[in-house]
């Protein structure tokens, strides 16, 4: 490539003058109503050289920003949490993710209590994210075929072809998305079952994973791939997921609830059984009852057992797909967007301590 001779893209202070204008506003806001706010805002610009023996010449700059706020009460027995993923940080709307924080904590002020149980349960697209992203690192082609994962055949073979959501949800990647593009070509240091050193400098483009609800691909090296029988589709860095007729916003899906919980972030998620993908985690900074459409107070934390591939075939109604960050994840995935989702019966298995 012609730009493989260019030197690193940087960062310069006048990048951060906004999001810093914005973060002092955000703190006076919390100042003004006796509470207080925590986090951090980081900005990245990675450039990645790759060169070959047989001649491959290839460079990328990828940009990613986030930001995540918590705000608590002084006694600390409220706590409630927002984040955001952009390309640069002047990007974030950081008074809106603060705003949001504070009405929460404002929810906060009555509790009721709920018992463990199954609840239609609504999860921001941080908390989808967070389910979809270790389900996307456990579809590898390898494992599937080998008779080891959630997307492995009874008898043998894989699941490709089979409907996982009646939901028609659509899971791809594309390095090319607006907002979460990430490198077009693989560019591996070391080889594991979704990618190569060997396929470095393999151009990648749109994959639809799931298209309509139905398994359509497994990430898989070339390697990999034919063991598997599949054709070779390397993991691409980011993730995209979207429901046909999804509209609104996570307000929206809190109007059209009868009875349920709003979920506001998951973390400490665990693998339990990979052969259904049964995962547990922790609810933090938030579990709020719905009544009516409304919410009518905040209750205890909960520890859940769910499996993503068995929510993929429970959920009721999404928002329309934006970029979100994993709040579990967002040390390694941050080009990703899904939708807020309500999703039915799922597991709060036992209650939990902590905020």
């Known amino acids: 490539d012609t730009d493989f001779e260019q030197p690193a893209d940087l960062i310069g202070p006048e990048e951060l003058t906004v999001t810093a204008e914005q973060l002092h506003s955000a ?12 986090g951090f805002a980081e900005q990245h610009r990675t450039t990645t050289w790759l060169g070959t023996s047989a001649g491959v010449r290839r460079r990328h700059v990828q940009p990613s920003g986030t930001v995540e706020i918590t705000g608590k009460s ?17 990007e974030t709307n950081v008074m809106a993710l603060a705003e949001q924080v504070a009405q929460r904590l404002e929810w906060q ?19 989808v994210l967070d389910l ?30 089979e409907t996982l959501s009646r939901a028609g949800l659509d899971l791809s990647s594309d390095p090319h998305a607006t907002g979460i593009g990430c490198a077009p070509f ?21 994959t639809e994973w799931i298209s309509h609800g139905v398994l359509r691909a497994l990430p898989a090296s070339r390697f990999t791939g034919e063991k598997a029988d599949l054709p070779p589709q390397p993991a691409i860095g980011n993730l995209q997921a979207s429901l046909p007729g999804g ?12 009875r349920g919980l709003l979920v ?4 400490y998620i665990r693998e339990v059984d990979p052969m259904t993908l049964l995962l547990t985690g922790l609810t933090r900074d938030g579990v709020y009852l719905v009544e009516g459409g409304e919410v009518v107070g905040v209750t205890s934390n909960f520890r859940f ?11 009721q109604a999404a928002t329309t797909s934006q970029p979100a960050l994993s709040r579990e994840w967002a040390d390694y995935f941050t080009r990703s967007s899904a939708p807020a989702a309500r999703v039915a019966e799922f597991n709060m298995s036992t209650t939990a301590q902590g905020t």
């Open 27 to 38: 703190l006076e806001l919390f100042r003004s109503q006796d509470a207080e706010l925590f």
């Open 74 to 90: 002084h006694s600390r027995q409220r706590s409630s949490y927002a984040n955001d993923t952009v390309d640069r940080l002047a």
């Open 109 to 127: 002020g009555r509790r009721v209590d709920v018992a463990p149980g199954r609840y239609d349960t609504i999860l921001p697209a941080t908390s």
């Open 132 to 161: 979809l992203v270790y389900l996307y690192w456990s579809a590898d082609a390898r494992s599937a075929a080998e008779g080891k994962s959630a997307f492995s055949r009874p008898g043998g073979g894989t699941r490709v072809g």
């Open 186 to 206: 693989v560019a591996s240091v070391a080889s594991d079952p979704t990618e190569s050193v060997f396929d470095n400098g393999l151009e990648l483009d749109r």
């Open 247 to 258: 509209q609104g916003s996570l307000d929206d899906l809190v109007a059209g609830t009868s």
């Open 264 to 267: 506001t972030s998951l973390w």
């Open 305 to 315: 057992n769910d499996s993503p591939v068995s929510i993929l075939d429970r959920i």
